[in-house]
């Protein structure tokens, strides 16, 4: 779909999103229940975004700021997944054993960030202390 709207002729933007979560929507409440079925490690860090800044995003999409991009959004500190699950109250085995893609499932938002990109939810820490998620 991607390539299909690059070589469209139109104007595009492609925005790409992590993990989505907030305002109730209950994502990381179900993350320990995905832990067995997906094989996470404990130390692999997770990036993520805040519905919150779905808008923000989409609002520089729109604006054209964008145009002719595909662009990663993210908050500003990926999270373990071991941390994730902890914040909604379940337990995660820790394990010794080496990660086999310590980047798997953490995303560069450096070109958003150059672009003007600026998360108002910074971490899940911040969503954790302000009522947000």
Same mark, same amino acid.
Request: glycine share 8%.
């Given at each position: 779909?991607?390539?299909? %709207?690059?070589?469209?002729?139109?104007?595009?933007?492609?925005?790409?999103?992590?993990?989505?979560?907030?305002?109730?929507?209950?994502?990381?409440?179900?993350?320990?229940?995905?832990?067995?079925?997906?094989?996470?490690?404990? !130390?692999?860090?997770?990036?993520?975004?805040?519905?919150?800044?779905?808008?923000? !995003?989409?609002?520089?999409?729109?604006?054209? $700021?964008?145009?002719?991009?595909?662009?990663?959004?993210?908050?500003?500190?990926?999270?373990?997944?071991?941390?994730?699950?902890? %914040?909604?109250?379940?337990?995660?085995?820790?394990? !010794?054993?080496?990660?086999?893609?310590?980047?798997?499932?953490?995303?560069?938002?450096?070109? !958003?960030?150059? %672009?003007?990109? /600026?998360?108002?939810?910074?971490?899940?820490?911040?969503? $954790? /202390?302000?009522? %947000?998620?």
């Amino acid at each position: 779909a991607e390539a299909l %709207l690059r070589d469209s002729g139109l104007n595009w933007a492609i925005v790409r999103f992590p993990f989505v979560y907030g305002d109730g929507d209950g994502h990381l409440e179900m993350l320990p229940k995905h832990m067995s079925a997906f094989g996470f490690h404990p !130390a692999n860090r997770m990036s993520t975004i805040h519905h919150r800044d779905i808008a923000t !995003a989409m609002k520089l999409a729109l604006a054209g $700021v964008f145009d002719g991009r595909i662009v990663n959004i993210a908050d500003e500190a990926p999270t373990t997944i071991y941390e994730l699950v902890g %914040l909604v109250g379940a337990r995660m085995e820790a394990s !010794a054993k080496p990660m086999e893609n310590p980047w798997h499932l953490h995303i560069d938002a450096s070109l !958003a960030r150059g %672009l003007g990109f /600026q998360p108002t939810v910074r971490t899940v820490y911040q969503a $954790v /202390q302000e009522a %947000l998620l």
